[in-house]
């Protein structure tokens, strides 16, 4: 490592929060603390007013580092770039109707970090407004007990811009991830179950890719809605139940790519209503009622080398005539006679 590095990691001021102090609130630390400090949060409990970060450090918490919000309020907010938060428990924001109350905000800033935290009991838990550039890596995220409308998103992005959401665990929220009029997200290795509506909700946001997730028994499954150029690769749909429940919606997208993914034991596994140009390839329907429902909105899709297998229904349609191509696609319940022995009937 070069010298004047070391230098500058040897000069990095580190102020220790406790209940013995020197600092006794995140609070005190954040407001003493300079520029590139860490601020080590030791093991306790911390009932204080909303932190606000306004210039760049790292909030480093030790096990069992708490910051509870008595029911009663917003725990933490970043204003600033580059800022870290690590290793802290977040919990009990207390639910509102009249504000966005999240465990964690990040408002018109960059380049943030969250990484390996723990959120339960919160409204909102990670809140990201106007933010570019941020990763949130590792987080567990449990919300309230009780009915959707008492509870907010875990993951919760509106306008970001090259967000990360990577290895994130997220159940009993609203939505599980929530992206709004957000560009460049990639949404990878992440598991949102048992939320009240959706495991992931994805709205106006182009040029994004999730790949890897596990979204498995959420109320009604996972919605991509108003967006172009999103690719969907490896991800798995499962166990999304109910009279109005589906794996996937894709609504009024276009130019979308579905790729592995796996749809298993849904009402319905995919449903294609105004999804224009997409192409599903290589994916594998099994023990779902109907594997795929497409509406007559959609126009010039391609399914491609998909295994269909065990459904009730493997294709619904609301039109007598489908504008898409189907090829090279094995289906369990053909009946048919491969005549030139070539494996296709």
Sequence with gaps: MPTMLWALLS?????????????????????????G???????????????????????????????????????????APGVTVRGLEFRNTGSSYSEDRAALKVLET???????????????????????????????????????GG??????????????????????????????????????HNRSEGNRRYGLHFMYSDSSRYV???????????????????????????????????????????????????FGDNTTALVADGADRIVVQGNRFDHNGRAIRLLASTADGRFLDNDFVGNTFDV??????IRAEFRGNHWDRYRGWDLAGDGTG
Excluded at 43 to 59: D, K, L, W
Excluded at 316 to 321: E, G, I, K, L, P
């Design 151 to 188: 509870t907010g998103n875990g993951i919760h992005a509106w306008t970001a811009l090259g967000l990360t959401v990577q290895d994130n665990t997220v159940s009993g929220h609203r939505d599980g991830i929530y992206l709004e009029f957000s560009r460049h997200a990639v949404i990878e």
């Design 316 to 321: 619904v349609a609301n039109s007598r005539r």
């Design 37 to 79: 400090a860490v601020i080590e949060v030791r093991a306790g409990v911390y009932h204080e007013p909303t932190v606000t970060i306004e210039r760049t450090v790292e909030v480093r918490g030790q096990p069992g580092a708490i910051l509870d919000g008595e029911g009663a309020r917003s725990l933490m907010v970043i204003r």
């Design 212 to 262: 890897g997730n596990v979204f498995q028994a959420n109320g009604t499954g996972v919605a991509v809605m108003y967006t172009r150029h999103v690719a969907m690769r490896d991800n798995r749909f499962q166990d999304n139940r109910g009279p109005a429940s589906y794996g996937l919606l894709l609504k009024e997208i276009a130019d979308a790519e579905l790729v592995g993914n796996r």
């Design 110 to 148: 960059r380049d943030c970090s969250i990484i390996d935290n723990q959120f339960r009991n919160t409204f909102f838990g990670i809140y990201l407004q106007a933010a570019a550039g941020c990763v949130v890596r590792g987080n567990i995220l449990e919300g309230e007990i009780g009915r959707e």
């Design 11 to 35: 000069l990095q001021q580190v102020l220790v929060v406790s209940p013995d102090g020197p600092y006794h609130t995140i609070g005190d630390a954040v407001r003493a603390a300079p520029v």
